[in-house]
């Protein structure tokens, strides 16, 4: 399962629109490859797993780091161009059900300067009359 859910073929289109390494002065920990963490990232988007519960046994990184890698790339503006490669390579090779797609909110912008429509009527039922109080006409004085 190394290589399953990024081929080769994928992997070459969509290593060219990663940023490069950032500089570790101080040192650090080996990053872990970005191979490893779109790995990661792809297994959770499409299994709907949580990223803590992500196998690092499996995967050779934490559901985290893939987190903070997706985060990253997001920043950089960098997911978009990689999203939209994934998905072109997937629908050409027929892998994409557009059936079990969702659009909301987030991912579809608002239409601005629509044009809106009338006032709408409340659907409500109008509140019951008081069976406990009722209306009184105003005490006078008589003279």
Do not use: N, Y
């Not at 934490?62 to 390579?89: F, K, P």
């Not at 909301?104 to 912008?109: I, N």
């Not at 109080?133 to 004085?141: E, G, I, L, Y």
């Amino acid at each position: 399962m190394r290589h399953e859910l990024v081929s080769d073929e994928m992997w070459a289109a969509v290593e060219p629109l990663l940023p490069e390494e950032p500089p570790k002065p101080k040192g650090g920990r080996p990053r872990v490859s970005d191979r490893d963490a779109l790995r990661g990232i792809v297994f959770v988007l499409r299994s709907g797993l949580p990223w803590e519960m992500l196998p690092r046994e499996v995967f050779g990184c934490s559901g985290m780091t893939c987190w903070r890698r997706l985060r990253d790339w997001q920043q950089a503006g960098v997911w978009d161009r990689l999203h939209r490669t994934l998905l072109e390579r997937l629908h050409r090779s027929g892998e994409l059900d557009w059936g079990r797609t969702a659009l909301d909110s987030q991912s579809t912008a608002a239409k601005r300067g629509a044009p809106r429509r009338g006032r709408t009527r409340p659907t409500e039922a109008s509140p019951a009359r008081s069976g406990t109080r009722s209306p009184t006409r105003a005490a006078c004085r008589s003279a």
